[in-house]
């Protein structure tokens, strides 16, 4: 729920329990004058106009200004011309551009992979651990989890400062003497390893927390007949584990794949996409374009390739989570 | 499981467990624990893990900084107003849906379940520019409006779940005893959701209370109605190279949600949602 993410904002785990009822006797159906006439549609109303409103129409001006010739003059006149898929063609045309979209694959290869191995091992340690263990781990996740991504990134700044920050201090007196007022934020590609720690720091616990509780669906009873029958520990995780989790560890995934999208606020803050480009993914350079060079329309056009990107992991998700739906009703 | 096993086996657990609790909290252990140190303690050359003096120095320059109060109030009344305007709209269509049959409703979960994905980061530009024609930049009830947007779903998708574990016969024999059908819902549903709607508006509010991008290019010209977290990204221009006070300020701002979200571990770790994500 933030991690991300998010980080920030919480989004519910998928679900790893209570099969809901959906045909068959007991089902939770209409009442006897339920469901007839105008009231489900009044009270929807709401909400159908409120998304319309903020979600489906921004949308939709996003694709329009990625089309139009759109500049700051357009912006103040109003008077933006189509001109087509142009904007696209600049785009994809601008070697700058593809050096993005390669460094955004790459940064959310190695955060996805980070979170998702991190948050098995957390996940399956939790399992093992004794009634205290468990509590305090658990809790120290949730705190981590609840941290706002502003303060973690203010918080990640100060740890890393090259004058006072404690690790540079820990580095140097463990005898890494490079790391004397060693300036992080200068260097591109330790600039990028501190983003990827902050955000590796704030997704994996909503991971291994949803991942555990997916653990602890699996019934006691398969385990034990399991080791009855002389199954090996890797064997029980391969035959028993696996099949069960596997859903909800791709649910994970497609998640955390869509969240990294949304590391923007950490490297707009930290490093506003510098030094020099080292850190500039696709959101970073949809708005440096737009808001500070006022090239709304590229902009725009980046954004819609962001978009299409983050729609393909989603279509996976979605299928993911019906697939799972079918099976559970 | 672990009963039966030797002493020995579980000394890597457990020490996998003590680095796991170390990892995740010491940056927040450190962002307190600068707060209150001595700024000759934080600018030496070798810091220390424990402070040695505790101050509330920092405290009073971050409360005492220009403008404090005032952002503290721009973000409790957005998340706040936004927060509530998610709950009574998702409440309605939560019923709709938990307990109703009607044509599209199906469309209508699964609109709301791609909803609670949108790609709120590729959406700034066309929301400033129509913000900006319509006259809406620089101003509180903007900001409103969109975090009112992004917890929608969420609030919605949960609340549908919450009204699918109170069973309907409970309304129904409310009505034949003579209850109104909104009656009967207020009187008999609405104290068992009670716990829910909580539980439901924290994330929401936590949401709200933590969002940078929107507040950040909306809110330009007017730097009166900026919020905290915007705020508090620029304390480079606020307290210069006083860390403390930003770790103070960090502090300040970080614990509603530290506490609100430890008040709620409980539904968290329990997979708190698990009605969520049904169909």
Same mark, same amino acid.
């Given at each position: ?47 159908? !106009? ?72 957390? *996940? ?21 989890? $609840? /941290? ?42 330790? *600039?990028?390893?501190? !983003? ?53 560890? /791709?649910?994970? !995934?497609? !998640? ?21 480009? $080292? ?6 350079? *949809? ?14 056009? *980046? ?17 993911? /989570? ?8 | 499981?672990? #009963? ?40 030496? @050359? ?8 505790? #101050?509330?120095?920092?405290?009073? #320059?971050?409360?005492?900084? @220009? ?66 024609? #319509? ?88 730097? @009166? ?55």
């Amino acid at each position: 729920m933030s991690a991300v993410r998010e980080q920030t904002a919480p989004h519910p785990p998928p679900s790893t329990s209570r099969p809901r009822r959906t045909t068959g006797p007991g089902r939770r159906g209409p009442s006897k004058d339920g469901g007839r006439g105008i009231w489900p549609y009044v009270l929807i109303a709401p909400a159908v !106009l409120g998304t319309l409103y903020l979600l489906v129409y921004p949308l939709i001006r996003a694709v329009v200004i990625s089309l139009q010739d759109f500049g700051l003059r357009q912006l103040i006149l109003g008077d933006a011309r189509f001109v087509g898929l142009k904007n696209y063609e600049t785009l994809l045309g601008d070697s700058r551009f593809w050096e993005v979209v390669r460094r955004t694959f790459l940064f959310m290869a190695v955060n996805v992979v980070l979170i998702m191995v991190l948050s098995t091992l957390v *996940a399956l340690m939790i399992e093992r651990l004794g009634r205290f263990g468990r509590i305090a781990v658990l809790s120290a996740l949730v705190l981590t989890w $609840a /941290m706002p991504v502003i303060a973690a990134t203010t918080v990640f700044q100060w740890l890393f400062h090259s004058e006072f920050g404690i690790v540079n201090a820990v580095l140097t007196d463990l005898g890494f003497e490079s790391f004397d007022r060693y300036p992080w934020f200068a260097h591109g590609p330790a *600039a990028f390893a501190i !983003l990827v720690a902050l955000i590796v720091w704030q997704s994996v616990p909503f991971a291994a927390i949803t991942l555990y509780s997916a653990l602890t669906t699996v019934p006691t009873e398969l385990y034990e007949s399991a080791r009855l029958d002389g199954a090996s520990g890797p064997r029980i995780f391969r035959s028993i584990t696996l099949p069960i989790v596997r859903p909800i560890f /791709m649910l994970v !995934l497609s !998640l955390e794949v869509i969240w990294t999208f949304k590391a923007f606020v950490q490297i707009w803050v930290m490093t506003n996409g510098g030094p020099g480009d $080292a850190t500039t993914i696709l959101p970073v350079y *949809a708005v440096q374009t737009a808001l500070s060079s006022q090239r709304y329309d590229l902009g725009s056009a *980046a954004s819609m390739v962001t978009v299409v990107l983050m729609s393909g992991v989603l279509v996976l998700y979605f299928r993911q /989570m019906f697939r799972q739906e079918d099976e559970l009703s | 499981m672990s #009963t039966t096993r030797p002493r020995v086996r579980r000394i890597p657990l457990n020490a996998a467990a003590v680095v796991t609790v170390v990892v995740c909290l010491f940056p927040v252990y450190w962002m307190v624990a600068t707060a209150f140190t001595p700024s000759r303690d934080i600018q030496s @050359d070798n810091p220390r893990f424990l402070p040695r003096s505790w #101050t509330l120095d920092h405290f009073r #320059t971050a409360v005492g900084a @220009d403008g404090f109060g005032l952002f503290w109030r721009n973000s409790i009344l957005v998340t706040l107003s936004a927060v509530v305007l998610a709950l009574v709209i998702a409440l309605g269509a939560a019923y709709a849906v938990a307990r109703m049959r009607w044509k599209g409703r199906r469309q209508f979960v699964l609109m709301v379940f791609i909803a609670q994905m949108a790609p709120w980061e590729s959406l700034i530009i066309p929301v400033y520019i129509i913000s900006r024609d #319509t006259d809406m930049l620089d101003r509180l009830p903007t900001l409103t409006l969109v975090y009112f947007m992004m917890t929608l779903p969420f609030t919605l998708i949960v609340l549908r779940g919450f009204i699918d574990t109170i069973p309907p016969e409970l309304e129904e024999s409310a009505q034949v005893d003579g209850c109104t059908r909104p009656g009967a819902f207020r009187h008999i549903a609405f104290p068992l959701l009670a716990p829910g709607l909580m539980a439901t508006s924290l994330f929401g509010y936590i949401t709200a209370w933590n969002e940078f991008t929107y507040a950040n290019f909306l809110i330009i010209k007017q730097q @009166d109605n900026r919020t905290l977290p915007v705020w508090l990204s620029s304390f480079q221009n606020v307290f210069g190279t006083d860390w403390g006070a930003t770790m103070a300020a960090s502090t300040l701002f970080a614990a509603p949600a530290l506490v609100v979200f430890l008040a709620l571990q409980r539904h968290v770790t329990s997979g708190f949602a698990a009605g969520a994500v049904k169909g």
